[in-house]
């Protein structure tokens, strides 16, 4: 019987053996986001810092021919996923997929970065009432080594319904898993279904909201509350502020902002106003350098 979570690894010797032979740490980020009929777009970045000359000079030799790299991962992943379908009977397919190779210059030194992208089709299984429950496909459970994180994209107009086991971090849109952790037979397990809708019209961000808070026995208390105003737009929801914060203090607090938008699953738009946010209170710097800001924390 397939294991489909081999996903993580197949076509990665080639990649283990690179930084077993250079005695490299690598650090590994799986995206998944969740499209509506269930299927999922992947992106794997794995990443590797690099101190020798040797070591900068394979990544680059590496990064002239991208196509084998291509050739050799879309075999082993379209043999997994075919045998995945034919073991859960559901119809799937690899679409869209490519394999990238490039050195890149950060505020610590160079780091050698693989990125693997591909539409994983079917991967969830989709219910009659509209849910999406995905799990199903990693048969005999799934691993993330220390330094690795799977983070799943929820789409817009869902919730999560069941999350299993504990996520170790929560966003308004997203769950994440952090290695070193073993799941077990069909986890990790993430049920979503269409949110439920607002009654009555949202109130408007900059606008007075009224709140009432019980008072015992007595009738509610009406208490005002004025929402943040800057500058016409809405201030940032804590959670999306936790999530750039918790970024630029794993990165040892220094990090390029491109680098916060990849790793958030926020907008450029987004990220660049909770930057400007929390620079007007002093929380932190930027810095260009060439075509990218650096993020400095400060306190």
């Given at each position: 019987m397939v294991a489909a979570s081999q996903v993580a690894g197949i076509g990665m010797m080639w990649i283990i053996a690179l930084a077993a032979a250079l005695a490299l740490p690598s650090y590994t980020v799986y995206h998944?986001?969740?499209?509506?009929?269930?299927?999922?777009?992947?992106?794997?970045?794995?990443?590797?810092?690099?101190?020798?000359?040797?070591?900068?000079?394979?990544?680059?030799?590496?990064a002239t021919h991208p196509e084998n790299l291509t050739?050799?991962?879309?075999?082993?992943?379209?043999?997994?996923?075919?045998?995945?379908?034919?073991?859960?009977?559901?119809?799937?397919?690899?679409?869209?997929?490519?394999?990238?190779?490039?050195?890149?210059?950060?505020?610590?030194?160079?780091?050698?970065?693989?990125?693997?992208?591909?539409?994983?089709?079917?991967?969830?299984?989709?219910?009659?009432t509209g849910a999406i429950e995905l799990g199903d496909v990693f048969i005999g459970g799934f691993y993330l080594s220390e330094g690795e994180t799977l983070r799943v994209k929820i789409p817009a107009g869902f919730e999560v319904a069941e999350a299993r086991p504990t996520p170790d971090g929560r966003g308004a849109d997203y769950v994440e898993w952090r290695g070193r952790m073993v799941f077990t037979d069909g986890e990790p397990r993430l049920v979503i279904r269409p949110a439920a809708q607002p009654q009555g019209p949202a109130p408007q961000w900059g606008e007075p909201v009224l709140l009432y808070v019980a008072g015992g026995a007595a009738a509610s208390i009406p208490v005002i509350y004025a929402a943040?105003?800057?500058?016409?737009?809405?201030?940032?929801?804590?959670?999306?502020?936790?999530?750039?914060?918790?970024?630029?203090?794993?990165?040892?607090?220094?990090?390029?902002?491109s680098q916060i938008v990849r790793e958030s699953g926020l907008s450029k738009s987004t990220v660049s106003t909770i930057l400007k946010m929390l620079e007007s209170e002093g929380r932190v710097t930027r810095v260009r350098e060439g075509r990218e800001n650096i993020v400095r924390l400060t306190r």
């Open positions: 998944l986001t969740i499209l509506p009929d269930g299927s999922a777009d992947w992106v794997i970045e794995h990443r590797f810092p690099l101190s020798t000359p040797d070591e900068i000079e394979i990544f680059k030799s590496m050739a050799d991962y879309s075999a082993r992943i379209g043999t997994i996923v075919s045998d995945a379908s034919r073991v859960l009977g559901r119809s799937m397919s690899i679409e869209g997929l490519s394999v990238g190779v490039e050195t890149v210059e950060t505020v610590s030194g160079k780091m050698g970065l693989i990125r693997i992208e591909f539409t994983w089709r079917g991967f969830a299984k989709t219910t009659p943040y105003r800057m500058r016409g737009r809405r201030r940032p929801r804590e959670s999306e502020l936790d999530i750039v914060i918790r970024i630029i203090k794993r990165h040892g607090g220094v990090v390029y902002q």
